[in-house]
């Protein structure tokens, strides 16, 4: 267990629907970070936040986004999904503003139909 | 930006014997981790080894920094090793990024 923790560990939704996957990071870590995994483009770097301020992004589309919240957890919006969202994501924990061990959490299915 | 490559894609071993995965990366790094992603999709840390040697278990790791590779490697193989293994380094942005993975199956 890394003490990182996302819910829901499961979601099946539709084409155009809006989703929110929601990360708690480990006690006293105020890094989180976003990552997808997909089998065609494997596993990418969305975005980070540190102590509520978005630091970095990566290959995230438009119709995503992220926030991280005074009590340090975080949440990634989907909305318009298409099937090719259908993917594992991942959400990581560390104390450092940039590098640092990264403790990643069991990750959210998302499977749209 | 940074380039990570793994090598062997896939590995099938008998129980019992030892393997070395190799990581190459294209830069200098901060940050490297070795992950193993097991059957049910979860990504178990392994070893944060940005530079050095490390071990754990039949599990050790090792690092050289200046020649840009790591090596992961697994002794007396078990069923349970079975899965994926990512190799995933990281610069001054804090992101990391993630190798291809080394897909490896142990058998009875």
């Known amino acids: 267990d890394s003490g990182v923790t996302q819910t829901p560990k499961h979601l099946i939704t539709a084409t155009g629907q809006r989703v929110t996957l929601r990360c708690s990071p480990r006690?006293?870590?105020?890094?989180v970070y976003w990552y997808q995994q997909s089998l065609d483009q494997g596993l990418q770097f969305l975005i980070h936040?540190?102590?509520?301020?978005?630091?970095a992004k990566g290959n995230i589309l438009e119709r995503f986004s992220a926030q991280q919240f005074p009590d340090l957890h975080s949440e990634l919006n989907l909305s318009s999904l298409e099937l090719g969202d259908s993917a594992l994501y991942f959400c990581?924990?560390?104390?450092?503003?940039?590098?640092?061990?990264?403790?990643f959490g069991p990750g959210t299915r998302l499977t749209v139909l | 930006g940074i380039q990570v490559e793994q090598s062997p894609p896939d590995l099938i071993l008998q129980e019992g014997a030892n393997s070395t995965l190799r990581c190459n990366f294209s830069?200098?790094?901060?940050?490297l981790q070795w992950f193993h992603q097991n059957p049910w999709g979860q990504l178990i840390n392994l070893f944060y080894?940005?530079?050095g040697t490390k071990q754990n278990g039949r599990l050790s790791a090792t690092t050289v920094a200046t020649e840009r590779y790591s090596l992961l490697y697994i002794s007396s193989s078990q069923t349970t090793d079975s899965g994926v293994y990512f190799c995933?380094?990281?610069?001054?942005?804090?992101?990391?990024?993630f190798g291809q993975g080394t897909t490896l199956q142990v058998k009875p």
């Open positions: 990581a924990s560390s104390v450092e503003s940039s590098g640092g061990w990264q403790f």
């Open positions: 006690s006293g870590d105020l890094s």
């Open positions: 936040y540190y102590n509520g301020e978005e630091r």
């Open positions: 830069d200098s790094v901060n940050n």
């Open positions: 080894i940005p530079s």
């Open positions: 995933a380094v990281g610069g001054n942005t804090g992101k990391l990024i």
